[in-house]
């Protein structure tokens, strides 16, 4: 099952973003350079509020230390490449998600040891937060901008084939987000019983309360629902392949 998952994963998310990219087309991310306001309130938002969001929920919640490293390695992370994914199924602004994605990824090389430092002098004690580089790089390369450059590519050269399988190819998308959620829980039903009291709580009002504050931040700088969604999905969504990067491979700590 585990290897399944683990084939299954990148491929529905290089197939998501490919069609993402079906769907786009420059002239989408030219119009993005009038939008300067929303797209520097995606990026910077989440580094000023989602740190001290994780660190009173640690204060609320008091989950053990494994815990409670992981929601703030979470917190410090860039934004995760399945916030295209619910921005696209919810027809919002996808290209904005991209941009988003892309560049707080690019960023992160300098974010993530700036969000570190802050949270080590909140905290009072040493997190040694670093970017495993060649984790970011893959990512932006084979996970966002071939498939979507892909999609894109169609899109140009066959217009007609594009517009004909859009639909098709949104709704196996969200098909697909279901089957995987159901099969990682079929994984280790055991372990996601045992989740329930604990972190389950803890990372849904994270991530509820993320969200939350994008929407809310949003309201500020944009009148356009279809930003505000998307806002409120880049905000809720942290790389966790990063977090998982830092944590095992720097760490040293599987847990």
Known sequence: MQTFIDI???????????????????????????????????????????????????????????????????AACPIGGISNTYSYLARASTALSVTLTGTSCLLAVVTIPVVGHALELALARPLNLTVPIPVLLVQLLLMLALPVG????????????????????????FVGVGILLALVILDDPQAFASGLSTTIPLAAV???????????????????????????????????????????TLFGRVE
């Open 150 to 173: 892909l999609g894109m590519w169609v899109r140009r050269r066959r217009t007609e084939l594009a517009v004909r399988y859009r639909a098709s190819v949104q709704r196996s998308a």
């Open 8 to 74: 299954s994963v990148p491929a529905i998310t290089f197939i998501t973003l490919a069609a993402i990219g079906m769907d786009l087309t420059t002239d989408d991310f030219v119009r993005l350079r009038r939008r300067r306001i929303v797209v520097l309130t995606g990026l910077i938002g989440p580094l000023l509020l989602l740190p001290p969001i994780a660190i009173g929920l640690l204060w609320v919640f008091r989950p053990p230390l494994e815990v409670a490293t992981g929601l703030l390695l979470v």
């Open 206 to 248: 994270f991530v509820t309360c993320s969200a939350a504050v994008g929407w809310m931040t949003a309201t500020l700088v944009t009148g356009d629902r279809r930003e505000r969604f998307t806002l409120a999905a880049e905000f809720g969504t942290r790389n966790l392949g990063v977090a998982i990067a830092i944590a095992v």
